[in-house]
């Protein structure tokens, strides 16, 4: 099986602008959790989908959002980037209670 | 915020030595769960142990769980080289009813070839 796909890899957007970032998930997986890394905060929960709908979110504000397609592809939105929004996301899969199986994420700098 | 906490924050070892991480975390869980991640990329999943179970082995991986004290360690045997990553404790428990996982802020580990 192919593993959890996010795309882009880099991406360098500006102060104010807005970000969409995308994650597949492993086939069959019908669970996404979106993290953001960084340095200072380690791994912070964003939120999580299941069969298009969120049922867990983080401490994050109204900013971030996320949505979930039939097909159970993820994509997260970030507007009115802030400097302090750089970091790694990072995009996880799962079914059931299995362990999670993350992608590479995606790496986002805001300047 | 962060569930679980981690010491050391880096440990620094040679090949061949033996490192010990430990994870402390503050609520109830259904299970604890170890990731592995190298230099910017995606977590890396190694082991799953329940809330109900006090040890478990993998390969060269231990880990240990006591639910008494919140705590929670991994062994890694005879290290290597290839080892060097970071590593991060996740705590799997109820959240809204459904179940969510909860990372704690990692070890750094360097083997030294």
């Known amino acids: 099986k192919a593993g959890v796909t996010q795309t882009p890899r880099y991406l360098i957007k500006t102060r104010g602008q807005q970000v969409t970032l995308s994650c597949s998930p492993i086939?069959?997986?019908?669970?996404v959790s979106w993290y953001q890394q960084t340095p200072g905060q380690g791994l912070q929960f964003l939120f999580e989908?299941?069969?298009?709908?969120?049922?867990n979110k983080g401490n994050f504000p109204g900013r971030f959002s996320g949505r979930q397609f039939s097909n159970s592809r993820s994509e997260m939105n970030v507007s009115t980037l802030e400097l302090g929004d750089s970091a790694l996301y990072l995009c996880a899969s799962r079914e059931g209670g299995s362990p999670l199986h993350f992608g590479n994420g995606t790496r986002l700098t805001v300047t | 915020s962060q569930q679980g906490e981690e010491d050391p924050q880096a440990l620094s070892i040679q090949e061949g030595e033996n490192a010990t991480m430990n994870c402390s975390y503050k609520?109830?869980?259904?299970?604890l769960q170890w990731y592995r991640q190298n230099s910017g990329r995606g977590l890396v999943h190694l082991i799953l142990?329940?809330?109900?179970?006090r040890e478990k082995h993998s390969g060269r991986l231990r880990v240990t769980l006591d639910t008494s004290k919140k705590s929670s360690s991994l062994l890694i045997t005879a290290s290597r080289a290839a080892d060097t990553a970071s590593y991060f404790c996740?705590?799997?428990?109820?959240?809204?009813?459904?179940?969510?996982?909860?990372f704690g802020t990692g070890t750094k580990l360097q083997v030294i070839p």
């Open positions: 609520t109830s869980i259904n299970n």
């Open positions: 086939s069959g997986h019908r669970s």
């Open positions: 142990i329940r809330s109900n179970e």
């Open positions: 989908y299941f069969s298009e709908t969120q049922r």
């Open positions: 996740a705590t799997e428990g109820s959240s809204g009813g459904y179940q969510k996982v909860t």
